[in-house]
Structures are given as C-alpha cells and as structure tokens.
C-alpha cells in the first residue's frame, strides 16, 4: 500500500487567483493521478501526472487551467488557475502500482477541499 | 462512449444483507473495483474482479459477468459504519479507471 498526504486539506479563495496542491508519498510509484470529486457526484480524472514530461490530459481539462508538476516518483502538484466558483470541488491525488496488464489498485489521499468565492 | 450505472442511493437495516448492483459499457475491460467512500473523506479499496464470478472477503462479496457487463457488492451483517457511499469502477483497455457515480448507503437501526 501507499501512504498519500495533501496539502492543503481545505482553503478559500477569491475569484481571479491560483491555488497549487501538493502530494507526496511515501515511497516510489509509477503512476500519479489528480481527480476532481464535485458534490455528489462521481470521480473526474483531470490528469496523469508523469515523471520528468508533461502531463497527459483528460478531454475537457488543459494544462494552461490546471498546469501539473512532477520533479520525482514520489511527489506532484496540481496548481487550479484562474479560479472560479465553478472549480470548487474536492481535488483528490491518487497513485497506483506499476504494470499494465496486472491487478492496479489506486490508492487515494485525503483529498483538498476547494471552495472559490 | 464508456458508461458505469449504479443506484444513486440505498436504505438498509442494521444487521441485514444489501446487494449494490453496477452494469458497465466500457472500452476494454481490465478488471472491476469497489471502492468505499465515508463522507468527508478518501475512497479506500473493497474488491477487485477480473474473472467471472464471487469474490469473498470477511462481510463483502463482489460478483462479476463480464458477458452480462455486470457486478454486486454484497455486504452482509449490516453495522452502522457501513454507511458511506460506494463506488464501482472499470479498468478500460488503456488502463485506465472509468468511475460511476456511487451508490449511497443509508444504515438504518
């Protein structure tokens, strides 16, 4: 298993402005994820954040609105740009074991709370 | 397109069974998952399915048809802390995860 930590848990914001989301684990993973979760509703992949390249995108999602970095296999952020009341949502970072073809269990962090004023 | 289908929401009784049905049209199919998710916090792993059949682990089960595109969870022994809401998804053939929306749960004494 992988132990995922986020910061921040929660913030609020204004209008206009960027917010970047950390997430680190605690040892060495292939694949990282960011996922937007919207009240009551299911999970959103935004994006696979990759080691050392740009990030893949999902339709719907660009990096100039949501620019990811990932330095290393350990540790990515999410950076929510030119925010609106529409970004807010909970922002959760995810990573799975390596290996196409085998059983890939995703594990989650505690997810970031975003409420844009 | 790819398409995930569960109840929106459940009501059950403390100490009964309860059968949370998904039916799947996907792209590929890499494997099934059950993911359950307390309000408030992260999705945590139930079950994992690739071959037809039931998978038993302690007071869940999880069924899958891969002709029907089919699963269930069932939860057996009801406790008051299976309230949360519980979340099927499919590995499609780029290995990636296609998430339905969540069945909410509602424990009731």
């Known amino acids: 298993s992988a132990v995922i930590s986020q910061k921040p848990s929660r913030d609020i914001c204004q209008r206009g402005t960027s917010l970047t989301i950390q997430c680190q684990v605690d040892?060495?993973?292939?694949?990282m994820f960011w996922y937007r979760q919207q009240p009551g509703q299911s999970l959103t992949l935004i994006a696979t954040?990759?080691?050392?390249?740009?990030?893949?995108?999902e339709s719907g999602f660009v990096i100039d609105k949501f620019p990811i970095s990932r330095p290393n296999l350990t540790f990515s952020t999410l950076t929510v740009s030119n925010m609106s009341p529409e970004d807010s949502s909970i922002y959760l970072c995810?990573?799975?074991?390596?290996?196409?073809?085998?059983?890939?269990?995703?594990?989650f962090g505690p997810g970031t709370r975003l409420t844009v004023l | 397109g790819q398409n995930i289908d569960q109840p929106t929401e459940m009501t059950a009784t403390e100490g009964a069974i309860v059968q949370i049905n998904c039916t799947y049209q996907?792209?590929?199919?890499?494997?099934l998952f059950w993911y359950q998710q307390h309000a408030g916090e992260a999705p945590t792993f139930l079950s994992y399915?690739?071959l037809d059949g039931l998978e038993e682990k302690g007071r869940f089960s999880s069924f899958l048809s891969r002709s029907k595109g089919y699963s269930y969870l069932l939860l057996k022994e009801l406790q008051m802390k299976d309230s949360a809401s519980y979340l099927c998804?499919?590995?499609?053939?780029?290995?990636?995860?296609?998430w339905g929306a969540g069945t909410k749960l509602i424990i009731k004494p």
């Open positions: 040892s060495q993973v292939t694949m």
């Open positions: 995810s990573v799975a074991t390596e290996g196409q073809g085998a059983y890939n269990e995703q594990f």
């Open positions: 996907t792209s590929g199919f890499n494997g």
């Open positions: 399915n690739v």
């Open positions: 998804a499919v590995m499609d053939s780029n290995y990636q995860l296609i």
């Open positions: 954040a990759n080691q050392g390249s740009e990030a893949t995108y």
